[in-house]
């Protein structure tokens, strides 16, 4: 047997390894932190919510989310203020039942967009 003097056996041990942990992760169900919100597996989370559990930040395809909503928080929110701008109360009464399933503060959502106050989020 030659020894591994490059430490090729121990990178590849490495690598399935990790591609284990990773399929793991993504084959059980995961709650988004931001929101709380249980998607079925990792991926799901990842997809809807910018989320990963082995990175601490959201991120929207790998940039970090400065202001802490996960992706359907933050597109909810513009969904509610779309719907307060334009007066559509149908839509707004149903992105607003969303927001609040995501943990969203609609009444300062609906404010904002229509000039009431400041940012919401």
Do not use: K
Not at 34 to 44: D, R
């Amino acid at each position: 047997m030659q020894p591994d003097l490059f430490g090729e056996f121990d990178a590849e041990q490495e690598r399935a390894e990790q591609l284990l942990r990773f399929r793991e992760a993504h084959q059980r169900p995961q709650t988004c932190p931001a929101c709380g919100v249980t998607e079925p597996n990792g991926f799901l989370l990842t997809n809807n919510h910018g989320a990963r559990l082995d990175v601490e930040t959201l991120t929207v395809q790998g940039i970090p989310r400065p202001d802490g909503l996960c992706t359907a928080q933050w597109l909810v929110r513009n969904h509610i203020s779309y719907a307060a701008q334009r007066d559509d109360a149908e839509q707004l009464e149903r992105d607003a039942a969303r927001g609040r399933e995501l943990g969203l503060d609609v009444d300062a959502i609906v404010a904002a967009a229509r000039g009431d106050e400041g940012p919401a989020r």
